[in-house]
């Protein structure tokens, strides 16, 4: 019969953590650490709001679902502050004021939704990159109650924090690997990542990566977040003269890498978390007993 211990440790942590995640700091303030819990709001906070003091109302035009285009609920959520947008909507209090702030339900002010804005591409990362640290925050925080329910009296210490090995890799794939101990396999799963994107970028003359025309495809994209950093600051102010014949593949490629890289950062953060909470095995007899899991250098 398998060890009670082992059984709880392979369950979750709850809706409520999971939604106190969406609020940033709150966790880390539920356990009692109060100078991070004020990092993560204010981190979150101030990234989002310098995105946002650029494009304003055009963060609707992001939106998976356009308010203007769809029924009065969706007019109703918008104007509260609860626009369908991500990654925003992971910071949630910030992705909240910033809606209310600058909803129009106006004719004009849904014009101004459509109009294009200076230096949009790099002030939508920073929102966007908002969300994802809000995110890596609550990861964060979710480790750290892991360790509390799961670490007994002298809880292991991991190799390295799980949530930053997935932060790492989202800017950089493979930096979080490395982090952890598995420079090797960090290298390979970066370059993988890495090379798709590239790819994309050369068929598509650079016009892949766009959140103003593609906002959807750009969602994917931006789980690699070096790469979408890189096409806002070079490739995605360019000028695209004519459509070239491969910028849907350069979409799909970029947006496949943008997946792949989601694999690394979860596999990122598995690895870091098994040096301290090793894969539980059964014997040929059926009990169960904990493995200890080589970290590969």
């Known amino acids: 019969m398998a060890d009670r211990s082992i059984e709880q440790a392979g369950k979750g942590l709850g809706w409520g953590a999971f939604l106190a995640g969406l609020i940033p700091g709150l966790l880390q303030f539920q356990l009692g650490q109060k100078q991070r819990a004020i990092t993560a709001l204010v981190s979150c906070t101030v990234l989002f709001f310098a995105g946002w003091s650029i494009v304003g109302e055009r963060l609707f035009y992001w939106t998976l679902v356009v308010p203007d285009a769809s029924t009065d609920t969706m007019r109703g959520l918008a104007r509260v502050g609860f626009p369908l947008v991500l990654p925003e909507l992971l910071n949630l209090p910030a ?3 910033g809606a209310i702030l600058a909803f129009d339900g106006s004719p004009t002010g849904e014009r101004l ?3 294009p804005r200076d230096f949009e591409h790099i002030a ?9 640290l809000a995110a ?3 990861a964060a925080g979710h480790w750290q109650l892991r360790l509390r329910r799961d670490g007994g009296a002298s809880p292991r210490t991991a190799i390295a924090d799980p949530a930053l090995c997935a932060a790492l ?3 950089l794939p493979g930096l979080g690997h490395a982090r952890a101990g598995q420079k090797d396999k960090g290298m390979l799963m970066g370059a993988a990542v890495v090379i798709v994107f590239a790819l994309g970028l050369v068929f598509s003359h650079g016009h892949a990566v766009d959140r103003a025309t593609a906002s959807v495809w750009w969602i994917g994209q931006n789980l690699f977040g070096g790469g979408t950093l890189f096409a806002a600051l070079v490739t995605s102010p360019l000028q695209m003269e004519s459509a070239p014949a491969n910028l849907d593949l350069g979409v799909v490629l970029c947006t496949v890498a943008g997946l792949m890289n989601l694999v690394v950062m979860v596999d990122a953060f598995t690895v870091a978390e098994r040096s301290a909470f090793p894969l539980a095995r059964r014997s040929p007899a059926g009990a169960a007993s904990v493995a200890t899991e080589e970290t590969a250098s």
């Open 95 to 97: 992705n909240a004021i």
């Open 113 to 115: 939704w459509r109009m």
């Open 124 to 132: 939508g990362w920073l929102t966007a990159a908002s969300g994802m």
């Open 136 to 138: 890596f925050w609550a």
């Open 169 to 171: 890799s989202w800017l």
